[in-house]
């Protein structure tokens, strides 16, 4: 060991008693199932409520978690310009150039034990879950303040913010989870609140169909996040025991063990995989991504919330927390190429592809989602650990911005519809200011400087090239591309041109009839207006707010727009938590996430980590080995140190030092150029093709077989949706059935009937022969001995006195003949 | 003199004493037979009073001399009353039971 | 029997001779009263046998109890017994069938009853001569009656008084 330094690491309230944003919103959602229905707001202030606690906990949180990271590293050196800003004094900055590691800050109660494992539930805070936990819990916060405009009136208005509030509860206590049980517990959590979700309309057909197939598809991959836990488990748990006292089952004693260099590599690789078809089912990867889209049939705070911003970020999460396993499962530092990034690229490309072919403007934004997943694997697959975190950030924003405007617009301007080549068009003039947010969250989602996404995505694509895959870094940008011109043809088709159906104000008596009885049930007064014929004869059977689309698109209301606004604030801002292009001019402080958000790659000393607590409690001291600075390769890829070589006796690694690329001006050229053609071309055929109906453009597909076929491919979605259902469940789900249904008829009812047969049959039997032969004979016995017995002694009581006497004296004689015969011999 | 003169006697006068009870139809004859008994039972005493020389068995002798007065009057009283309710004393027609 | 006659030859032999003729006569007269066909004759052989067994007390040295044997039972007993016979009309003469159905039973009862009895008898007292006694004080009788043998005394006395009364009570014609 070179040295060993130990600082001390401050603690906080919000940080020790960060497990009360997982208990909040359950104990809210407890609440609003039990109360709601007869609340003024009927249930959801409760929601409001929990949403704001726990978002008021978990910055506190952050902040003091920033303290501690800004204690332990003794920032005197160079604060950056943004630390310095805020003019925090800080002690005196520690020798050596490697950085301590933070330890997270662990609270946990052991709810079970059993031979000598002890499953613990509670807490642990590190950067990365604080990050996201603050994410969540804001996302959250506001898109239940959206929903309570645009739910408003729906026939099952409590039980959405039962469910919302219990799904921000699932997902805050996966974030915060100390090992993988809690882990699984939240992963589960989530789920279920999805189905309930996305079925919430589940009157329909459809969507209790498209609940169901989410469940199912997240299912399959949920085997393997239980094999996954397992294969680790049964991997790491001897090892835990021995160095770190600690579990297989606890995270931070599964990254110790995957860097140890001690760690089984077939365990690693297999348990690698699993956890990783996992994140395959709940991400919407290939192929298991089938599911997201049609996940859109719930309402849209729904997929704004879960299906934009924080569930479908949870495989993502997964494979970050542990980001060691992955890391040495799949060798991701030694340049080869690995199964997630491989996975991450199909996914950008085939869901970028899918979103060009979808008339659904809730579609387009779900494939757009998946796409964006994608880029987070394939950062993590490439070794680009904290532009994929940073990625998840901003993603969070933009996405969540255009679902909500997408919300907005159905909500009042296309009267309930999502269709976009039917109901929407030149909707700008209508609706502005969803109009203004909308653009700016998609120049966020297609990575236009200074907009977030370009920070984090070009991040992303900087890195995998550094690390040499150039060709996925191709594959990122083509994506990229992709992004702009999908985006481009969704804008255009929703607020250029000019107005169709429903946006036009057309097509208001047909579509009510059905959309009347899906989502509303009439309360309040209506509010006639005098403006067509048509909108007045329906005046009165409406209540809420219909009223106000008689008159047309328009927007929308408070509530639903400053959720948006502040999302779309974010959209534009979020990307300078992590600037990395500026960190050479103004120092490394403002990279705020590579600061606070990732994790040190320091070996910390066994011994203090354990003396102080261990992976069961806060350490508050870390001692940690100090390290020369690593070997600086070409374009800054780290070759040594954690995750390279097996830490030093008595020293454990948490997380792989994992290299950051230098941006380099070029670069940055390179995808902006990319972008900015991909936007000129779509723009030009949009407004060729919807615009001017340009005939050599109208009708191309109808014309070309080539041209046909791929749109076809593309229309059904590959044909997955067909593998799946038609030729795998029903190989697989077929014969099950019927062969279950065999066992019941013939084994378990003949088991059944058998017994009872037998028991008759066993009966009968017994009453033939025991009971009328035996138990009644001797009864009858019994009584014929009885009276054959009298019969039989009948003589001796003759009366008559001579037989008396004789017999007196008979016996008599007997009598002493016996007692002769017994006394003499 | 042998002590088993009185004795033997004794026991001859019991046995014949038995035999007139149960081969006796009379009831009067049945009580004669019991005073054979009675006797025989009181010379058994006295001859173990002789072998002894305790003098208790001559005591039980009279004692049973004065029970068997006693027990022979109120048999013949109840013989008396037997022949005037039933005008015969021949002790198998005093049966009265059928079986 | 060999004992028998080897008594023949020890001192007194006039007191074996009386007893040998006396028994023998006791013998035959209680024979006679279970055989015999004659009711009155029955009473009368039965007033020999307890002469004879005075007799015999005599020779056993209990005077009194001889004398009372003579009182009581041939005075009172055997009067009882012939005014019982008088009133239950026995036929005077002979009488048919004073035999049970079953009289036959009687003799092996008798006689294994007798075999068993001397066998007994013999086993335990074959050796034993009496001794010669004077005869018995009854002083010694009344000072046992008096003091040991004062409860059963008057409880005799009780008992006669209730087979008096008894005996008029059952003897009344009403």
Redesign the interface.
């Known amino acids: 060991m070179l040295g060993a330094e130990t600082v001390e690491l401050t603690s906080g309230w919000f940080l020790e008693n960060a497990w009360l944003v997982g208990l909040i919103p359950v104990i809210a959602f407890a609440i609003i199932i039990a109360f709601g229905k007869k609340l003024p707001m009927k249930g959801a202030e409760v929601g409001l409520a929990s949403m704001a606690a726990t978002l008021v906990i978990a910055v506190g949180g952050a902040i003091q978690w920033i303290q501690r990271t800004d204690a332990a590293d003794g920032a005197g050196k160079e604060a950056g310009g943004l630390l310095q800003a805020f003019g925090r004094v800080l002690p005196q900055a520690t020798e050596g150039e490697a950085k301590p590691f933070i330890d997270p800050v662990v609270t946990t109660w052991v709810w079970w034990q059993n031979s000598g494992l002890e499953f613990g539930i509670g807490s642990s805070i590190d950067g990365l879950s604080i990050l996201l936990i603050a994410l969540v819990a804001f996302i959250s916060l506001l898109v239940q303040v959206f929903s309570v405009d645009y739910v408003r009136g729906d026939r099952r208005y409590t039980h959405f913010f039962a469910a919302i509030t219990l799904f921000s509860g699932g997902m805050l206590i996966m974030l915060m989870a100390e090992n993988m049980v809690q882990l699984i517990l939240g992963w589960e959590i989530m789920g279920l609140c999805s189905f309930m979700l996305i079925g919430h309309w589940w009157e329909e057909d459809a969507n209790s169909r498209a609940a169901l197939k989410a469940f199912f598809t997240v299912r399959v991959g949920d085997v393997g996040l239980l094999v996954g836990t397992a294969i680790i488990f049964f991997g790491a748990n001897q090892w835990a025991v021995d160095n770190l006292d600690s579990n297989g089952f606890n995270i931070a004693a599964i990254q110790a063990w995957a860097l140890s260099g001690e760690a089984n590599t077939q365990f690693l690789l297999w348990g690698a995989v699993a956890l990783f078809i996992a994140c395959i089912g709940k991400s919407g990867q290939f192929p298991l991504h089938t599911w997201l889209p049609d996940a859109m049939a719930g309402p849209t705070p729904v997929s704004s919330l879960l299906h934009s911003s924080t569930m479908v970020v949870a495989g993502v999460f997964l494979v970050a927390q542990i980001y060691p396993v992955f890391w040495e499962g799949f060798n991701i530092g030694t340049g080869g190429l690995s199964f997630i990034a491989i996975i991450g690229a199909i996914t950008i490309v085939i869901a970028a592809l899918l979103a060009f072919v979808q008339d659904d403007i809730k579609k387009v934004l779900a494939y757009s989602t998946v796409s964006q997943l994608g880029y987070m694997m394939l950062g993590l697959g490439t070794g680009a650990w904290l532009p994929a975190v940073f990625h998840i950030f901003t993603h969070a924003f933009f996405k969540c911005a255009l679902f909500l405007c997408a919300g907005s617009v159905s909500h009042s301007g296309s009267h309930h519809s999502f269709d976009m080549k039917k109901d929407m068009g030149g909707l700008r003039k209508k609706m502005p200011i969803t109009f203004a947010a909308w653009i700016v969250s998609t120049l966020a989602l297609t990575g236009v400087f200074p907009f977030a996404e370009f920070w984090s995505k070009d991040e992303i694509i900087d890195n995998v090239g550094a690390n040499s895959y150039t060709f996925l870094m191709w594959v990122g940008l083509g994506g990229a591309v992709l992004t702009a011109m999908y985006m481009t043809r969704a804008t255009y088709l929703t607020f250029f041109g000019e107005p169709r159906g429903a946006a036009a104000g057309h097509g208001h008596d047909d579509a009510h009839a059905e959309e009347h009885e899906m989502e509303h049930i009439s309360v309040g007064a209506p509010e006639p207006r005098s403006l067509g014929a048509a909108a007045n004869a329906h005046a009165d059977d409406h209540g809420d707010d219909h009223g106000d689309d008689h008159a047309g698109p328009h927007e929308s209301g408070p509530l639903i727009l400053v959720p948006i606004v502040i999302l779309a604030f974010f959209a534009v801002f979020a990307g300078f938590a992590n600037p990395t292009p500026l960190a050479s001019r103004f120092g490394e402080g403002v990279e705020l996430m590579k600061t606070y958000v990732e994790p040190r790659a320091t070996p910390v000393v066994t011994e203090e980590f354990l003396a102080s607590g261990g992976p069961g409690e806060s350490a508050s001291l870390v001692e940690y080995a100090v390290v020369p600075s690593a070997e600086e390769g070409e374009e800054g890829a780290k070759k040594s140190g954690c995750g390279f070589d097996a830490p030093e006796a008595g020293t454990v690694c948490f997380f792989p030092a994992v290299s950051h690329a230098e941006p380099k001006f070029s670069k940055i050229l390179l995808s902006l150029g990319v972008v900015a053609v991909g936007y000129a071309v779509a723009i030009a055929f949009c407004v060729a093709f919807y615009g001017r109906r340009d005939k050599r453009l109208v009708g191309l597909t109808e014309r070309h077989k080539v041209l046909r076929g791929g749109f076809l491919f593309l229309k059904n979605k590959y044909y997955l949706d067909a593998l799946y259902e038609n030729v795998i469940v029903r190989a697989v789900a077929h014969p099950i059935a019927k062969m279950a249904y065999w066992v019941n008829q013939n084994v378990l009812d003949a088991t059944v009937n058998g017994v009872g047969v037998g028991t008759r049959k066993t009966g009968e039997w017994v009453y033939d022969n025991i009971d009328q032969k035996i138990v009644d004979g001797a009864v009858n016995g019994s009584g014929w001995a009885a009276s054959e017995a009298g019969h039989a002694m009948q003589p001796t009581q003759s009366g008559k006195i001579g037989q008396y006497g004789a017999l007196l004296f008979g016996a008599a004689t007997v009598g002493a003949i016996v007692l002769v015969l017994v006394n003499v011999s | 003199m042998l002590a088993v003169n009185f004795l033997l006697l004794a026991a001859a006068l019991f046995a014949i004493g038995v035999y007139g009870v149960i081969a006796r139809r009379n009831a009067v004859m049945v009580l004669m037979s019991i005073e054979l008994i009675l006797n025989a039972v009181s010379l058994n005493l006295v001859a173990f009073s002789l072998m002894t020389g305790a003098i208790d068995g001559q005591v039980f002798a009279l004692y049973v001399i004065a029970i068997a007065a006693a027990e022979v009057g109120v048999g013949l009283a109840m013989v008396l009353m037997i022949y005037r309710n039933r005008k015969t004393i021949a002790l198998d027609e005093l049966s009265e039971m059928k079986g | 029997m060999s ?2 006659i080897l ?1 023949a030859d ?1 001192v ?1 032999v006039a ?2 001779v009386a ?1 040998g003729i006396i ?1 023998a006569i ?2 035959f007269a ?2 006679n ?2 055989t015999t066909k004659n ?1 009155v004759h ?2 009368l052989w ?1 007033v020999v ?2 002469s004879g ?1 005075a007799a ?2 005599i020779l ?3 005077e ?2 001889a004398i ?2 003579v009182l ?2 041939i005075g ?2 055997m009067v ?2 012939l ?3 008088m ?4 036929q005077i003469g002979k009488e048919s ?7 036959a ?3 092996p ?6 075999a ?8 335990a ?2 050796e ?4 010669d ?1 004077g005869p ?1 004080p009854t002083v ?2 009344s000072d ?2 008096l003091s040991i ?1 004062l409860v ?1 005394f008057l409880a ?1 006395s009780f ?2 008084l ?3 009364i ?3 009570v ?2 009344r014609k009403d």
Do not use: C, E, H
């Open positions: 004992a028998v008594a020890s007194n007191q074996n007893f028994a006791m013998i209680a024979l009263v279970v009711v029955a009473a039965l046998v307890l067994i015999q007390y056993a040295a209990a009194f109890v009372s044997q009581v039972y009172a007993v009882l017994f005014f019982g016979i009133l239950t009309r026995a069938d004073l035999n049970n159905k079953g009289w039973l009687g003799i009862v008798g006689v294994v009853l007798f068993l009895l001397a066998w007994v008898i013999l086993d007292f074959g034993d001569t009496l001794p006694r018995a010694a009788l046992q009656f043998y059963p005799i008992v006669l209730a087979a008096a008894g005996a008029i059952l003897a």
